[in-house]
Structure formats: structure tokens, C-alpha cells
């Protein structure tokens, strides 16, 4: 993909116009849009896997523990791949697999909480 810069001049750009800030910073909601096939899932992808992305989270968190699950809604994809049930599946997975001892945490069923999101 080549090389990616995300730093902008700070003395020139707002907090929502610097990527790596705004991970920092742990403030509000970055929200990214285009049009279909403009490269939105591309792009996350990228950052997903982007080791710059932990780095800045970890100054976020003080080197607390972090979980950055993921997850990618799929039109074309099964039923699960474009459905909430999917969504929750999968991070609940991740979170699980990255974390066992939360197996005992969880106060919420799944159905319910399912249930309250559909």
C-alpha cells in the first residue's frame, strides 16, 4: 500500500482532521463515510491491522489492557455476516478467546441482549 502518513501539521488541523490524535486522545466518535465502493472497508481494514493503531491506543489507555475487536458487515455475505446477531457473535468470540476469565463476567444473556438490539 506504500507508505501512509498518518500525521498532519497540528498547528493546522483540527483534532478531527488527525487520525493518530484523535486515537490518543480517546475523545468522542471519528466517523468515516463515503460513497458505496469508496474504499470505507479498505480503509478500516487497513487501521485494523496497522500497528500505529495500538501504539496510540496503549498511550490512550496508560498501558492498561486493551481489547480492539473488529468486526466488518457484509451485504453480499450469509445472513450472520450482515446481521447484529453476527456483530455480537463475533466480538463476544474475540472478547472471550483474547480473555477467558470473562466467561464468568457475563450478566447479560445473549439472547437478551440480542433481543433488546434487533
Known amino acids: ?4 502518513n498518518w500525521n498532519v501539521d497540528e498547528a493546522k488541523a483540527p483534532l ?3 487520525f493518530s490524535v484523535w486515537l490518543k486522545s480517546g475523545e468522542g466518535l471519528y466517523w468515516i463515510n463515503g460513497k458505496a465502493g469508496s474504499g470505507k472497508s479498505t480503509l478500516m481494514n487497513y487501521i485494523c491491522q496497522d500497528g500505529r493503531r495500538l501504539e496510540y491506543l496503549k498511550e490512550w489507555s496508560l498501558n492498561r489492557q486493551l481489547l480492539t475487536p473488529s468486526y466488518f ?4 455475505g450469509s445472513r450472520q455476516q450482515k446481521s447484529i446477531d453476527g456483530l455480537l457473535r463475533s466480538l463476544i468470540y474475540q472478547m472471550l478467546t483474547k480473555y477467558p476469565e470473562l ?3 457475563l450478566k447479560v444473556s445473549y439472547a437478551l441482549l440480542v433481543s ?3
Do not use: I, K
Open 1 to 4: 500500500m506504500g507508505e501512509n
Open 16 to 18: 478531527w482532521d488527525d
Open 73 to 76: 458487515f457484509w451485504a453480499a
Open 103 to 105: 466467561v464468568g463476567c
Open 116 to 118: 433488546t438490539l434487533c
